[in-house]
């Protein structure tokens, strides 16, 4: 229905539309679920855009209404694009696992030529044997992917998710966007993993950044994919943000 208010759920990279699932089935039935596979992935494998085209395509996809964003990782940063780029189509914001860039442009070219470096491991190993590294890191450390999760990332094309790597990578904010985001005037509440001290740091910048409209807190238990640790404490908070929303 149309009159329903809309939840866009963006995802991560090597994920589909499919991660979102067990949060999708939590929220209130009154809301509105959108939740498109990125450029790279899924059904939008053809699709090459970096994170401002991604972000316009998403506010097409919104049409003529206001949305409440969520976004993790690579979600998350093409969240903050659409929120900073297309106002009007944002109602609040829900960012998990999310940065708004590398301050130091030496930092910022290793991050690139690192993601150079995956990108090329996929094309030359095979998106499974990528994904066999991937899921093995740290981040992910007490997490195990659900069976049609993973199926979804394996669908994913070698050439196709190496697109995304490239054009939508951390190292691609350049600059980074932490001068913009006082900008941000809907309600955004940050999150992150209890055991994912990196992104406790950035989302607790990412808080004093936006200011006044920004809240952050840790998802209990849980590493940087706390949507898919914690399916429930995450769709809560989504269901939270709605109701401060301004649709």
């Not at 903050?80 to 442009?105: C, E, F, M, N, S």
């Amino acid at each position: 229905m149309a009159d329903r208010p809309l939840v866009l759920l963006l995802h991560g990279v090597t994920q589909t539309a499919t991660s979102w699932a067990p949060v999708a089935a939590q929220l209130p039935p009154e809301l509105e679920v959108l939740a498109p596979d990125a450029p790279g992935h899924g059904t939008a494998s053809e699709l090459r855009l970096d994170l401002t085209g991604a972000a316009t395509r998403l506010a097409g996809l919104v049409g003529d209404r206001r949305a409440l964003v969520v976004g993790y990782s690579m979600g998350g940063r093409t969240a903050l694009r659409l929120a900073l780029d297309h106002p009007g189509r944002v109602a609040g914001l829900v960012l998990l696992g999310a940065t708004a860039g590398i301050d130091d442009p030496a930092a910022r070219a290793r991050r690139r030529a690192d993601d150079e470096q995956l990108a090329r491991r996929i094309e030359e190993d095979g998106v499974a044997a990528f994904l066999d590294g991937w899921l093995a890191q740290p981040l992910f450390s007490g997490l195990d992917p659900a069976p049609d999760d993973l199926a979804a990332r394996r669908s994913n094309s070698a050439e196709a998710l190496a697109s995304s790597l490239r054009l939508a990578g951390t190292g691609t904010m350049d600059p980074p966007w932490w001068g913009e985001l006082a900008a941000i005037d809907v309600p955004t509440r940050v999150l992150w993993g209890e055991r994912d001290a990196k992104f406790a740091a950035l989302g607790a910048r990412l808080v004093e950044a936006i200011g006044p409209s920004a809240t952050g807190a840790a998802v209990p238990g849980c590493g940087h994919a706390a949507h898919l640790e914690r399916p429930d404490l995450v769709a809560a908070e989504i269901a939270t943000a709605g109701s401060t929303a301004r649709w």
